[in-house]
C-alpha cells in the first residue's frame, strides 16, 4: 500500500502541542499546580498560587513557542512530500532527502489525532500521516493493516 502526502504546518504544531500536553511532564505540572493551588485556597497563603500557576503556564507557552517556531522552518523533513510504502515487513519512507525503512518492530502503536495517522517509534518520535493522504477505498485496508501489526492507543 503506498501513499505520497506532505505534513501542513498547522498539522505539524497542532500535533506538537498535543505531544507536549501528553508528556509526563505536563502530568507533573499540572498536579503540582493542582495542589499548590487546593491548598492556598483552603488554607493559604494566596502567594502560594504564584508559585504554582507560574511554572505551569511558562511550561505551556514553552510548548506552544517551540511548537509555532519548528512549524515556522520550511526545510525539515517534515514538510517535504513524502511516499509511504507500507508492506508486511514495515515502511519505507522516501522524500527529496532520502530514503529510510522502518520495521514494525520499531513502532510501539498508532492513533488518529488532528485528522492524522499517528504512529509512535518505541525510540519516542513519530511518523504522522495525514488522514487525506489515504484515499477513501483504502481506509479499511490501511487501518486493518495498522492494527494487524501494532496496537491502537485510544
Request: aromatic residues 14%; glycine residues 4%.
Given at each position: 500500500?503506498?501513499?505520497?502526502?506532505?505534513?501542513?504546518r498547522?498539522?505539524?504544531i497542532?500535533?506538537?502541542?498535543l505531544?507536549?500536553?501528553?508528556?509526563?511532564?505536563?502530568?507533573?505540572?499540572?498536579?503540582?499546580?493542582?495542589?499548590?493551588?487546593?491548598?492556598?485556597?483552603?488554607?493559604?497563603?494566596?502567594?502560594?498560587?504564584y508559585?504554582?500557576?507560574?511554572?505551569?503556564?511558562?511550561?505551556?507557552?514553552a510548548?506552544?513557542?517551540?511548537?509555532?517556531?519548528?512549524?515556522?522552518?520550511?526545510?525539515?523533513?517534515?514538510f517535504?512530500?513524502?511516499?509511504?510504502?507500507f508492506?508486511?515487513?514495515?515502511?519505507?519512507?522516501?522524500?527529496?532527502?532520502?530514503?529510510?525503512?522502518?520495521?514494525?518492530?520499531?513502532?510501539?502503536?498508532?492513533?488518529?489525532?488532528?485528522?492524522?495517522?499517528?504512529?509512535?517509534?518505541?525510540?519516542?518520535?513519530?511518523?504522522?500521516?495525514?488522514?487525506?493522504?489515504?484515499?477513501?477505498?483504502q481506509?479499511?485496508?490501511?487501518?486493518?493493516?495498522?492494527?494487524?501489526?501494532?496496537?491502537?492507543?485510544?
Amino acid at each position: 500500500m503506498t501513499f505520497e502526502a506532505t505534513l501542513s504546518r498547522e498539522q505539524f504544531i497542532r500535533l506538537s502541542i498535543l505531544r507536549h500536553i501528553q508528556r509526563r511532564t505536563f502530568y507533573f505540572w499540572a498536579i503540582v499546580c493542582a495542589i499548590l493551588t487546593a491548598y492556598a485556597l483552603v488554607i493559604g497563603p494566596y502567594l502560594l498560587l504564584y508559585a504554582a500557576w507560574v511554572p505551569f503556564v511558562l511550561y505551556l507557552l514553552a510548548g506552544v513557542f517551540i511548537a509555532v517556531q519548528n512549524g515556522l522552518q520550511k526545510d525539515q523533513p517534515y514538510f517535504l512530500p513524502t511516499r509511504y510504502e507500507f508492506d508486511k515487513s514495515g515502511v519505507s519512507l522516501s522524500t527529496l532527502q532520502g530514503q529510510s525503512q522502518l520495521t514494525w518492530e520499531h513502532f510501539a502503536d498508532w492513533k488518529k489525532i488532528a485528522r492524522c495517522y499517528v504512529l509512535s517509534l518505541t525510540a519516542g518520535p513519530i511518523l504522522a500521516i495525514p488522514q487525506k493522504a489515504v484515499p477513501a477505498a483504502q481506509v479499511g485496508k490501511f487501518e486493518a493493516l495498522l492494527d494487524k501489526h501494532l496496537k491502537k492507543q485510544t
